[in-house]
């Protein structure tokens, strides 16, 4: 080859690379040279009494080392004990329990939206033959659409209504399983009786003009319902009564709506965590373990709460999300406010776990399934109980869940 031909031949090859080498600095107009994309992740998690057959509350403690007991045949129920590493326990059957609060999870990302080196999601190629680089990149995901569902709205119509100077008792609604009162008084402790048969609940009422809503737990058939004040005491004196009949439209309607011990809206902050967390399913055992599954990495056991509990303690589903803590009372009550919220109809149980104590876990309803009671099969998740409280304070799951998973470890005495 003779020296001219060498020349035409590197100048050749000096003017390829420029080319190539200029075309890969250039970029449209309006982006910035060094887009990153970051995503940032924390996580913290923190860890009735009356007179005349009135029961009083639910009171429970968790010690986290304590093993599953029998009770005590010289001492009766045991208050202390609890299966693997929880315990609750209370004098006297009746509904209203002690203690809220939470720990939880929270994640946030931010995408710059960059498409060039600096973002992480970028992929450089270099050419062996030139300095120039090629850069591949991916598109940031699609935001979350998150809806907030529409969530049924206990009413009092005043259409069907009992009442005297001091109170309105309204069963308007009984064909959505539910009444109302509204007592008007305050300073005096009230009580609500609802008979049916032979089965007794009796419910607090705050007083003060609130109007409040109670469950028809029972199903249709005929109530009586009456209103106690107290006297003097423990004694207490009827000031209201009624009977009627409830034709309630379905089984599972009572546990589909806020109650006193159920309490949610659309507004609520639990209504809005159930929402995001089932974003995106549509089964319902998948939305059944996606809340579960939150609460019970989320919530912890207050054990101080459950040692000082009053009687007439109602939880509140959004101050226990917010201290991400609670008693048993509460891990229930948020579940069935987050279940219910999604449609699922979901009772709040209060009994007795290992006949010896006094505990409130959760039943729930599928068409495929039926009732619940409490297991819930979810062995691709790694549980398959309904019981968020013992779940939640166990170290060993499988061990628990062996336990939690026996409907003989349970009796139930009422639902909310």
């Known amino acids: 080859m003779d020296k001219r031909m060498i020349i035409r031949y590197w100048a050749a090859v000096l003017a390829l690379a420029l080319i190539t080498g200029c075309a890969v600095q250039e970029k449209p107009s309006g982006t910035p040279a060094n887009d990153t994309q970051s995503v940032h992740s924390s996580s913290e998690v923190s860890s009735v009494d009356s007179s005349e057959d009135i029961p009083s509350n639910v009171h429970e403690s968790v010690e986290p080392d304590s093993k599953p007991q029998k009770p005590d045949e010289s001492?009766?129920?045991?208050?202390?004990?609890?299966?693997?590493?929880?315990?609750?326990?209370?004098?006297?059957?009746?509904?209203?329990?002690?203690?809220?609060?939470?720990?939880?999870?929270?994640?946030?990302?931010?995408?710059?939206?960059?498409?060039?080196?600096?973002?992480?999601?970028?992929?450089?190629?270099?050419?062996?033959?030139?300095?120039?680089?090629?850069?591949?990149?991916?598109?940031?995901?699609?935001?979350?659409?998150?809806?907030?569902?529409?969530?049924?709205?206990?009413?009092?119509?005043?259409?069907?209504?009992?009442?005297?100077?001091?109170?309105?008792?309204?069963?308007?609604?009984?064909?959505?399983?539910?009444?109302?009162?509204?007592?008007?008084?305050?300073?005096?402790?009230?009580?609500?009786?609802?008979?049916?048969?032979?089965?007794?609940?009796?419910?607090?009422?705050?007083?003060?003009?609130?109007?409040?809503?109670?469950?028809?737990?029972?199903?249709?058939?005929?109530?009586?319902?009456?209103?106690?004040?107290?006297?003097?005491?423990?004694?207490?004196?009827?000031?209201?009564?009624?009977?009627?009949?409830?034709?309630?439209?379905?089984?599972?309607?009572?546990?589909?709506?806020?109650?006193?011990?159920?309490?949610?809206?659309?507004?609520?902050?639990?209504?809005?965590?159930?929402?995001?967390?089932?974003?995106?399913?549509?089964?319902?055992?998948?939305?059944?373990?996606?809340?579960?599954?939150?609460?019970?990495?989320?919530?912890?056991?207050?054990?101080?709460?459950?040692a000082t509990v009053q009687s007439g303690y109602v939880p509140d589903p959004d101050q226990v999300l917010k201290k991400k803590s609670g008693i048993c009372y509460d891990y229930s009550s948020l579940l069935a406010a987050m279940t219910r919220s999604q449609d699922i109809p979901t009772r709040l149980v209060v009994g007795y776990a290992a006949e010896n104590i006094y505990h409130a876990w959760n039943e729930v309803y599928t068409d495929e399934t039926g009732w619940i009671t409490p297991e819930l099969l979810l062995s691709k998740h790694g549980y398959n109980i309904m019981d968020s409280t013992f779940y939640a304070g166990s170290s060993d799951k499988e061990k628990i869940a062996q336990y939690i998973s026996d409907s003989g470890n349970y009796s139930a005495l009422y639902y909310y």
């Open 75 to 306: 001492s009766g129920k045991s208050q202390d004990s609890q299966p693997e590493e929880s315990s609750e326990a209370s004098d006297s059957p009746d509904i209203s329990e002690s203690d809220t609060s939470q720990s939880g999870v929270s994640s946030d990302s931010e995408n710059s939206g960059g498409e060039y080196p600096g973002n992480s999601s970028a992929v450089q190629v270099t050419s062996e033959s030139s300095s120039a680089t090629t850069v591949a990149t991916t598109a940031p995901p699609e935001p979350v659409n998150i809806v907030i569902p529409e969530v049924r709205v206990p009413l009092s119509p005043g259409t069907d209504v009992a009442s005297n100077d001091k109170a309105v008792l309204d069963y308007s609604n009984v064909s959505e399983g539910y009444i109302s009162v509204r007592w008007n008084g305050t300073g005096k402790m009230v009580k609500l009786r609802l008979t049916y048969g032979d089965k007794v609940y009796d419910h607090d009422v705050s007083g003060g003009g609130t109007t409040e809503y109670f469950p028809l737990s029972c199903g249709s058939g005929v109530y009586k319902a009456q209103l106690y004040e107290q006297t003097e005491g423990n004694s207490y004196s009827k000031s209201l009564e009624i009977e009627f009949t409830a034709k309630i439209s379905g089984e599972t309607t009572p546990f589909l709506y806020p109650n006193k011990y159920v309490d949610f809206s659309s507004e609520s902050a639990a209504v809005k965590k159930a929402a995001e967390i089932c974003t995106g399913k549509t089964d319902t055992i998948e939305k059944l373990a996606a809340i579960f599954q939150w609460i019970t990495d989320n919530v912890t056991y207050d054990k101080q709460l459950a």
